[in-house]
């Protein structure tokens, strides 16, 4: 029997956010959405996630800042890291800080397909 995973998506863009919990709704997973890292971090506080993706520029908490604390809290937390800006400096601290992988937005869903695949061992 397949295993029911989780995940959270933390996005500020309303339109971005919807598209990403239809994607992984249709992969039958259990999404949780908010749209900034604190609601996120909040979130992680109440249950784990098998997954979680988040952008990097929000409002209140950045991604970035977010990744930090979240693995502070929990080293074994799976992270996806998307973002529409790609400047190096974001990529390195993300991948340092424990992020699976870093895509850029708008994300080819054949590529989130396979990171998120490879990730979860599916």
Do not use: C, Q
């Not at 929000?58 to 937390?77: A, C, I």
């Not at 529409?84 to 993300?94: K, P």
């Amino acid at each position: 029997m397949k295993e029911n995973f989780s995940v959270l998506v933390v996005e500020d863009d309303d339109n971005y956010r919807d598209l990403l919990v239809k994607y992984f709704s249709k992969r039958s997973f259990d999404v949780i959405a908010v749209s900034n890292g604190l609601e996120a971090f909040r979130e992680t506080e109440k249950r784990d996630f098998s997954l979680v993706i988040t952008d990097i520029k929000m409002p209140v908490m950045d991604g970035l800042e977010f990744l930090k604390k979240l693995k502070e809290k929990n080293k074994t937390s799976k992270v996806i890291v998307l973002t529409a800006y790609g400047a190096m400096d974001s990529y390195v601290r993300a991948l340092d800080w424990g992020a699976f992988d870093y895509l850029h937005k708008p994300v080819d869903l054949n590529e989130l397909s396979t990171a998120v695949d490879k990730l979860l061992g599916l």
